[in-house]
T-cell receptor
Framework: KQEVTQIPAALSVPEGENLVLNCSFT??????LQWFRQDPGKGLTSLLL?????REQTSGRLNASLDKSSGRSTLYIAASQPGDSATYLC???????????FGAGTRLFVKA | SQTIHQWPATLVQPVGSPLSLECTVE??????LYWYRQAAGRGLQLLFY??????ISSEVPQNLSASRPQDRQFILSSKKLLLSDSGFYLC?????????????FGPGTRLTVL
């Protein structure tokens, strides 16, 4: 059974700091891994999608990496800003199905 | 561009009352559609997914049901709500293809059952 864990559960950093959010999964047989952002009371916004054949994806100040063999993904945020404050969710799509497994998220607070 | 709508945005219902939440997608055809629930302090749980009209799969046993009367319309229903049905309900879509596709979420409906 696929399980997704995100560490840390919460993180507070000063503005301008570079930071890394971690996601681990138990079964390496995945189709893709997706990172989302969720603001309080809002829906999820897709940040980056990494296919199983890819090692990383970049969008602006965000870089996501995938190491299937070790069951890990990281989301790197460069030069953090107060507007980056949100909950970041990692989601894994197992091979052969439509079900997506979500982690519990990392709540990020960037202090001005 | 594609857009996904959900309504209502918030809903307060008494225990035992019926429920109907609606989700529609614009700007794409034949999408896969999903209903998720996000309960307080818990992660997202997939409730239903649909790969086509009247083709719906349920992921967890519950007193909720889903229907897809049109290609881009997905409805979540209940005949009698329970307290445990409270939560944040999210609809999502992805391009219909074999795996590997990005999911896009709607704004959600906050349901409180009293």
């Amino acid at each position: 059974k696929q399980e997704v864990t995100q560490i840390p559960a919460a993180l507070s950093v000063p503005e301008g700091e570079n930071l890394v959010l971690n996601c681990s999964f138990t079964d390496s047989a995945i189709y893709n891994l997706q990172w989302f952002r969720q603001d309080p009371g809002k829906g999820l916004t897709s940040l980056l999608l990494i296919q199983s054949s890819q090692r990383e994806q970049t969008s602006g100040r965000l870089n996501a990496s995938l190491d299937k063999s070790s069951g890990r993904s990281t989301l790197y945020i460069a030069a953090s800003q107060p507007g980056d404050s949100a909950t970041y969710l990692c989601a894994v799509r197992p091979g052969g199905g439509f079900k997506t497994i979500f982690g519990a998220g990392t709540r990020l607070f960037v202090k001005a | 561009s594609q857009t996904i709508h959900q309504w209502p945005a918030t809903l307060v219902q008494p225990v035992g009352s019926p429920l109907s939440l609606e989700c529609t997608v614009e700007g794409t055809s034949n999408p896969n559609l999903y209903w998720y629930r996000q309960a307080a302090g818990r992660g997202l749980q997939l409730l239903f997914y649909s790969i086509g009209i009247d083709q719906i799969s349920s992921e967890v046993p519950q007193n909720l049901s889903a229907s897809r009367p049109q290609d881009r319309q997905f409805i979540l229903s209940s005949k009698k709500l329970l307290l445990s049905d409270s939560g944040f309900y999210l609809c999502a879509w992805s391009v219909r293809a074999s795996g590997g596709n990005e999911q896009f979420f709607g704004p959600g409906t906050r349901l409180t059952v009293l």
